[in-house]
């Protein structure tokens, strides 16, 4: 009894339950006027005398009775008890409770609903097919409406009782069979049929007062007790009563005994039965739950299970386990409890989503109070979705690239190794540097710390810290007795604590893992060792905190000392295109429009591509080598030791671009076309000597044999081969010599600097470009831009960047150092060069970003003054920028990561007196800065 009590009382804490009332059959009798104890196992009574009302005779005012809590003051148990017909006295251990039952019918019994919720501790009854409240307040709830055996059956036993689920059940007889019925108080007014009763219950007495061990004749009370349903029928003699149970899951019933009061007519009146059931039908052992088949895979829907050990199995059966949690799927698991179970297995679905580390998941029993909160630990990333987490993965994006070929690993721990001194580390008390290691031999420590600030934590590999120590136990005298224990703490979280114990033996030195961490530690001891025990191991912690956060030990101790060495946490800092995604999670690391799979150093196509899943399925592009992987997580196509990087870190490069070149002798990198006009003049390189070369047919040539100043050549980073060629306006494609189609970008070829080229930042690096055109000519002109598709063939996109009439004939494009903007610079009718932002997030921004003053030469014509200029940048001389402009040429200092310019310095002046002021002018109109810097030509 007393083991049951505890149970009970953590179930339902909200009263006080003592031991004479709770979980015990009662009897009243409106014939004896007395409440007795029943004996549910030879159906023995025995008169109660508490309350003190029951030691008498209450006569009829006990004719139906129900136990239970008192749901307006709530309290021990109270008995609710009254005559069975129309209004009468309702009382509440022998005390009037002021409620009538007069607006009821004649109720043949009651029942109080002991579940906790919204109708704990209240009373009712059923007066035929009809529901009805008693207490607190008396309602009628309405006739119930259930099949067509309840609709042609009568009510047997109008006594009614409660299940653990506010299921409210009474006894339908139909012909000469028996059925269970029950009606939840959520819906008071249907009725679901259970089970058709078998047994003495199910086989039906013709006589109403006759009843016996095979068969039941009148059923005057009710009651539900763990599991089973009570009933009580009198007899003819009215001196002896039957008691029967029925299986409340199976319906299968059985006769317990016939019971003689002697000296009364116990059995001659109005009988019922009342109870305090055990409403749970088995407890949860929540602290012994277990994941089944490992922890979960942040960004990998999967399905698990969680064991829980059960105890207390009351009523074996089926239920319904409800199962909720921040990012769980909210589901429903139906099992069967066996009599002999000792656990449930329960199955949980974790969507994928959200942070690693630990949240609660509620288990609990459907219509029970029964619960389980359980803390279940997301243990890192599966970035690819293909089922092995990130920090055990070999290739984390399955573009058959390893990931320590994509992004070699780099160290965060500064002198892990102690090498010659313990520079590098914070050494709290008892902390000492010896011969290449590091230990506390320190006795009555306490949180002596050994500490290290560590970067970059949040790149580590699948935000899992894999801390690799090698630890040294030692007991410090040497001797069994004393103790150590050594805090591991990460940004002042403890993930794992080690123990030395008192003992001297194989097994001494143990380790507890805490929030999430694992670990592949393995327990061993000092025994037999003098000095220091060493063992390494790996501690994997899911981070989510800073990147910046404090490693430390934390040694605690008696006698008993720790040493460390070889302290090391890795981390995958490389990003090619600095996008912010390293390039062993980048589908494209060098960011040219081409992933990885193809531009590794196999020969991948795209018949073998897939669309991407898991985390890494949101980039553009999102194709790798598909989720059929080894073990390791490495594709299988790929073999087990993947693909080399090949061209795909190098944004020079692009491998889906198919570089197409004409036949020998007319070889792309050994010929160029000038435009001239709508024709082009082909110059031939065969020979070692510039050569004018248009043959009369052909696709080649036939031209004139003049070209235009303007033009832009754009070539091939690594062949040399030629591209595509632009006077500004029209574009020349190098593997065909044909014309671009689309509307022509608008820039006049006979300008000096006509046109510059850049890569379009938003499209394929090798395939897409943008093309400006300086409409100047003799006058001040504008400048346009246009999207160019080498592939295609195609200009489009023709805009008006800077308007008519605002620049003159110099241009150039300088890189962005953040490797994907560009500035722009035009010399401006203000006398003025100026600097202009072209990015990949906006384009082109017409707010001139920086300027430096250019005049212009006094007394010169106005086509002059349009003309001579010119603006000239070498990469490998970053920092300066020469512009030329009439008769001076100079240099301007020029910061490619802000677009700023530094005052124009004059180097050469021009100013013979044999010249025109114009004739003067024509020194600007071209030069250029010498590789090394030293001269301006």
Not at 404 to 415: G, S
Not at 523 to 530: A, K, L, P
Not at 837 to 853: E, H
Request: hydrophobic fraction near 35%.
């Amino acid at each position: 009894m007393k083991k049951y009590l505890s149970a009970f009382l953590v179930l339902f804490s909200v009263v006080v339950i003592f031991s004479q009332d709770a979980s015990k059959l009662y009897l009243s009798s409106g014939s004896t006027g007395r409440v007795y104890e029943v004996n549910t196992t030879n159906g023995a009574v025995t008169a109660i005398t508490t309350p003190s009302y029951f030691n008498a005779n209450n006569g009829t005012a006990v004719s139906s009775l129900a136990l239970g809590y008192d749901t307006v003051t709530p309290n021990p148990l109270v008995f609710m008890h009254a005559n069975t017909a129309s209004v009468s006295t309702l009382y509440k251990n022998g005390q009037n409770t002021g409620t009538g039952l007069n607006l009821l019918g004649a109720l043949g019994g009651l029942t109080t609903n002991n579940v906790p919720g919204n109708y704990y501790g209240f009373v009712y009854g059923m007066d035929g097919k009809r529901m009805y409240r008693a207490y607190p307040t008396s309602a009628d709830l309405g006739a119930i409406t259930g099949d067509t055996t309840w609709t042609n059956g009568t009510t047997f036993a109008t006594d009614v009782f409660f299940d653990y689920q506010n299921n409210f059940y009474c006894i339908i007889t139909n012909g000469s069979e028996r059925y269970l019925y029950k009606i939840n108080l959520a819906t008071p007014t249907v009725a679901t049929q259970v089970s058709k009763i078998s047994g003495p219950v199910g086989t039906v007495n013709a006589t109403a007062n006759a009843s016996n061990a095979t068969s039941i004749g009148n059923a005057r009370g009710a009651a539900y007790l763990n599991g089973f349903i009570y009933l009580v029928s009198g007899t003819e003699t009215n001196t002896n009563i039957n008691f029967y149970k029925v299986n409340i899951n199976d319906g299968v019933s059985s006769h317990i005994a016939t019971t003689t009061v002697a000296g009364s007519t116990i059995g001659g009146g109005n009988l019922d039965l009342a109870s305090v059931p055990y409403y749970v039908p088995f407890n949860f052992n929540c602290a012994g739950a277990t994941l089944q088949g490992g922890s979960f895979i942040q960004g990998t829907s999967s399905t698990k299970t969680m064991r829980i050990p059960i105890i207390n199995v009351i009523t074996p059966g089926t239920y319904n386990i409800n199962v909720s949690g921040a990012d769980f799927t909210t589901s429903v698991a139906t099992l069967v409890v066996a009599a002999s179970s000792t656990y449930i297995d329960v199955p949980i679905n974790y969507t994928g989503s959200g942070n690693i580390g630990t949240r609660n998941v509620t288990f609990s029993l459907n219509g029970s109070s029964t619960s389980c909160v359980i803390p279940v630990t997301i243990a890192g990333k599966d970035s690819d979705g293909d089922g092995v987490p990130d920090w055990q993965d070999l290739d984390s994006d399955n573009d058959g690239i390893l990931d320590n070929v994509e992004c070699p690993p780099t160290e965060l721990v500064t002198n892990g190794t102690f090498t010659g001194n313990a520079n590098g580390w914070t050494l709290g008390t008892g902390w000492t540097y010896i011969s290449n290691y590091i230990n506390n031999q320190n006795n009555g420590s306490n949180n002596y710390a050994l500490t290290q600030t560590l970067n970059n934590l949040d790149k580590v590999k699948g935000s899992v810290v894999a801390l690799n120590l090698n630890l040294g136990a030692q007991d410090g005298t040497q001797a069994a007795g004393s103790t150590a224990s050594l805090n591991i703490k990460l940004n002042g979280v403890i993930y794992a604590t080690l123990n030395n114990s008192t003992l001297r033996d194989n097994s001494n030195i143990t380790i507890t893992m805490a929030n999430g961490a694992t670990s592949n530690f393995v327990t061993y001891g000092t025994n037999g060792v003098n000095g220091f025990n060493w063992q390494n191991f790996i501690i994997y912690i899911p981070y989510t905190g800073p990147a910046t956060a404090t490693l430390s030990f934390e040694m605690t101790s008696a006698n008993d000392d720790w040493a460390l060495d070889d302290i090391s946490i890795k981390a995958m800092i490389c990003d090619t295109d600095g996008d912010g995604i390293p390039n062993y999670l980048d589908l494209d690391s060098d960011d040219d429009g081409c992933v990885d799979a193809i531009e590794g150093g196999a020969n991948f196509t795209n018949a073998d591509l897939h669309t991407a899943t898991g985390i890494i399925a949101s980039q553009t592009p999102n194709q790798n080598l598909g989720n059929t992987v080894d073990a390791n997580g490495v594709p299988i196509i790929a073999g087990a030791a993947g693909q080399g990087v090949g061209n795909a870190q190098n944004t020079m490069l692009n491998d889906c671009i198919a570089f197409v070149c004409p036949p020998d002798p007319y070889a792309a990198q050994q010929t160029w076309w000038l435009p001239s006009g709508t024709n082009k003049v082909r110059i031939d390189f065969q020979t070692g000597s510039a050569v004018l070369n248009n043959p009369a047919s052909g696709f080649l040539g036939q031209g004139t044999f003049n070209g235009f100043e303007g033009n832009t050549t754009v070539t091939h980073p690594v062949t040399g081969e030629l591209l595509f060629v632009t006077d500004g306006n029209v574009v020349y494609k190098g593997a065909t010599g044909a014309q671009a189609t689309g509307p022509a970008v608008g820039g006049t070829n006979t300008s000096e600097e006509a046109a510059a080229v850049i890569p379009d930042p938003q499209g394929v690096l090798g395939r897409d470009f943008i093309i400006f055109g300086n409409s100047a000519a003799n006058s001040p002109g504008g400048l346009l831009s246009a999207k160019y598709n080498l592939d295609t063939n195609v200009i489009s996109g023709v805009t008006s960047v800077l308007p008519f009439n605002t620049i003159y004939e110099s241009l150039e494009v300088i890189p962005h150092t953040n490797g994907t903007d560009y500035w722009i610079l035009v010399n401006t009718v203000d006398q003025k060069v100026k600097s202009y932002l072209y990015s990949k997030a906006s384009g082109f921004n017409s707010t001139a970003v920086s300027s430096t003053d250019v005049s212009n030469l006094a007394g010169a014509s106005s086509s002059a003054i349009a003309v001579n200029s010119f603006i000239s940048w070498d990469p490998r001389i970053a920092g300066k920028l020469l512009i030329a402009r009439h008769n001076k040429v100079g240099l301007a200092n020029f910061n490619p990561s802000t677009g700023a310019l530094g005052t124009w310095v004059v180097k050469v002046t021009v100013n013979s007196a044999v010249n025109t002021v114009d004739q003067n002018s024509t020194t600007g109109y071209s030069a250029a800065i010498s590789p090394n810097g030293r001269y301006i030509l």
